[in-house]
């Protein structure tokens, strides 16, 4: 154990726990010949739809890579690029690797570079040209497949936007591309967000049932893939002393934030037409809901672990319209400061409108009706160009009778809680009071840190490297069923509708490098309860 000299500051550093064994019996390279027990990925092509766009190289060769690295891709694998543009396999691949040089942070590995070089494809086309662009995707695929001696096992991803998922996969099918024979299969992986509300979800999985099996189809949500995300199963169900307290008896309320300091980036087109409570809500935020407060399910089987999901999902109040007026806020950021610089509003960004409504903050206050979370709120918010980028869970415990302590003045009076850390400083936090040292009994709060880092080393992650390693091996578990995310759907639709309805009239109501509009504070307040505004 280590601790600093100076306790009782509020600051999560000053007062680490370590395992008893020295920490670099952990620090390890997690490497796929560890695990004999993983099953190996067959050879197979992964053929991307959205090849030039921001998803594919921020986050899908960076996975591609890491997985690569660490042994886990098959040694017979290819991958083919799909895109709107037209451009050459040499142009697309130059491109790539320029992409790898930019976004593994820690440099890359030339012999990989090499590697990729080697199996990397493109073609380009109208995504509505049935026998064009479809056409040519059937040939190279032959030809890819023959050159690197890959049986016909393909998974689509689909990183486009929803509205053409249906279309892409029926002309891939129709092409004679997605049908499963002589052994070898076919998937496809959508990307979020499926649909753009509950009547469009429903839709899309209806049109979808209708071309393939749901056998087939990985509906993708990266936060299932974060290390601290998953983590949470462990956490909670692998360990006694935490179950017994996970419940109405003991916790007071639940925060989950996910803030971001960037703006929208090059994707103002998309975002505009989404704003964030489509964006991170019934997808991201909905899974750390639902990850918190499920039972503990019989097995960690695909089913078992969803079925346990789906029911806390069903278990959240809907919003009434009065629920959206009160239980939702929103928001838009205008110029502001952020790290020292000035940032521009949100109207001005690139294909923003200059009139946009479109919000880039969203908070709701929850309300789990089962036995274990009736009359405990979860509050949930998630906004761009936030002071910080830092996504949390705080399980918040009820107070302690206090009068023990009638010497400590009110601010040191603690509280426990129990803080997932899940980007960027993966890891977890017990927050308690601890007697300050002197002659009179005094309190004082401390934190005990558990940081990824320090035990496990560093590990590079997008939270895409799991994810498509499970769709090589089959693995459906950290992938959402077709109910899961109507359900998701159904919990935001009524505050979709409103806010359409009721266009906001204060926006931009946040600066820039705040924590979100007044309104969102006023959440809580009104509960007598406040946002811890964590930073690390
Ligand atoms: C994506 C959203 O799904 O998740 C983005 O569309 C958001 O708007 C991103 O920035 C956040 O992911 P992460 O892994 O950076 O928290």
Known sequence: MTKTAKPFMKNRSLMKIRAKLPSVTYQVIIKRSMFKEIKTADPCVMVIFGATGDLTKRKLFPALYNLAKDDFLPHKFSIVGVGRQEMSSIEFRSQIIGNFREFIPKGVDEKLIKWFEERIYYTGGDFNDDKKLFGDLKELLGEVTAEHQIPDNYFFYLATPPDLFANVTQKIVRNGLGKEENGCWRRFIYEKPFGHDLDSAKKLNADLLRIIKERQIYRIDHYLGKETVQNILVFRFGNSIFEPIWNRNFVDHVQITVAEKLGVEQRGGYYDSAGALRDMIPNHILQLVTLTAMEPPVSFEADSVRNEQAKILQAIQPFSPGDVMNHAVRGQYGDGEIDGEHVPGYRIEEKVSPHSNTETFAALRLSIENWRWADVPFYVRTGKR?????????????????????????????????????QPDEGITLHFGAKVPGPIVNMGPVDMDFNYLDHFGEQASTGYERLLFD???GDATLFQRADMVEAGWRIVTPALDVWKALPARDFPNYPAGSWGPADADELLSRDGRAWKNLTH
Request: with cysteine; net charge positive; hydrophobic share 50%.
């Open 386 to 422: 936030m002071p910080a980028k830092h996504s949390s869970i705080i399980i918040q415990f009820k107070r302690a009778p206090f009068m023990l302590f009638r010497d400590t003045s009110i601010e040191r009076l603690t509280t426990n809680r129990i803080v997932i850390h899940i």
């Open 471 to 473: 769709c090589m091996i």
